[in-house]
């Protein structure tokens, strides 16, 4: 399964991104999605996921600041962000699960910077 992040990018600090993470047809539909993030010098870390059943969990630094969502017709998971710091500033990875497998994206840069 290929997965493709895209709309990652440079913004100002109060700024907001839409970040979408596109999957092959009928791929997502009884997967668990989530988005991941690594910044330079640390550990890849959880930022949001979604089950197939469209429950969601969020990492503590999201502050209701994020919001996850996917649409299964349109095999997309999104990861909308708002109120970005600094802080935030990572590679944003997308992540598929079904049963024992699990896929991952390529990663989409999102800079937070004046």
């Known amino acids: 399964v290929q997965l493709q992040a895209f709309g990652g990018g440079l913004v100002q600090p109060g700024g907001s991104l839409r970040l979408s993470c596109a999957a092959p047809?009928?791929?997502?539909?009884?997967?668990?999605m989530g988005w991941y993030r690594q910044a330079p010098g640390k550990e890849r870390e959880l930022v949001a996921t979604?089950?197939?059943?469209?429950?969601?969990n969020y990492a503590d630094f999201v502050e209701g600041r994020f919001t996850i969502s996917r649409d299964n017709a349109k095999n997309t998971v999104f990861l909308q962000m708002i109120s970005l710091k600094p802080e935030d500033t990572a590679v944003y990875y997308c992540?598929?699960?079904?049963?024992?497998?699990?896929?991952w994206g390529q990663g989409t840069q999102v800079t937070v910077s004046s």
């Open positions: 992540k598929l699960a079904k049963g024992f497998r699990v896929y």
């Open positions: 979604v089950t197939s059943r469209n429950n969601k």
């Open positions: 047809r009928n791929s997502i539909r009884t997967a668990d």
